[in-house]
């Protein structure tokens, strides 16, 4: 969706490494997620924000951070890359009140 | 945990026949029920949804039948195109929690 982006699309790290991963969006929603996506596995939640000033543990939320910049901004911070990170990190906003979630194109990480 | 069609079958049709994707749930207070399409490369795309006050739903091309009972869903292409190739996943949320359950999804095959 055209409308939520993610930045970079592909990355490759080293172990140990601090790296950054941005979603912006331009629908104008007030909640963002973070989600990644394993082979074999559904999409699991690692973190989501309702609003700029609202941040919520998701599921799988050790080792990861996020910061919410603003209403359109939310990103991903993985504090000391490890490969077991490696995997597709999907961003995703909703409309308080709306149950729909609509996603980013994603991005295909790697940690060797 | 709770799951949501952990297994990815593969489901090869002909184009222009119909197809039948399943999806089974476990959470009983489940109340919200989504379809996604993922196209290798793409993040998740919004098919269609259904809430639990109905038992079917249809868009274009596609419908959704819910059955509570036996806590099945299920996503119905009609004549199904090569453009319809792709992972489809479902998803489950109790309203309000704005929270998914994810399953791993059935890979559709159209075939020429």
Known sequence: ??????????RITKTGKRIMLECSQTKGHDRMYWYRQDPGLG????????????????????????SRQAQAK????????????????????SYSGKETQYFGPGTRLLVL | GESVGLHLPTLSVQEGDNSII???????????FIW?????????????DIRSNM?????????????????????QIAATQPGDSA??????????????????GTRLKVLA
């Open chain 2, 87 to 104: 992972v489809y996943f479902c998803a489950e949320s109790v309203s309000g929690t704005y929270k998914y359950i994810f399953g791993t």
């Open chain 1, 74 to 93: 939310f990103s991903l911070s993985l504090e000391s890359a490890i490969p077991n990170q490696t995997a597709l990190y999907f961003c995703a906003t």
């Open chain 2, 36 to 48: 996604y399409k993922q196209e290798s490369g793409k993040g998740p795309q919004f098919i269609i």
């Open chain 1, 1 to 10: 969706d055209a409308d939520v982006t993610q930045t970079p699309r592909n």
């Open chain 1, 43 to 66: 999409l699991r939640l690692i973190y989501y924000s309702f609003d700029v000033k609202d941040i919520n543990k998701g599921e799988i939320s050790d080792g990861y951070s996020v």
């Open chain 2, 22 to 32: 399943n999806c089974a749930y476990s959470n009983s207070a489940s109340d919200y």
């Open chain 2, 55 to 75: 038992d079917k739903r249809q868009g274009q091309r596609v419908t959704v039948l819910l059955n509570k009972t036996v806590k099945h869903l299920s996503l």
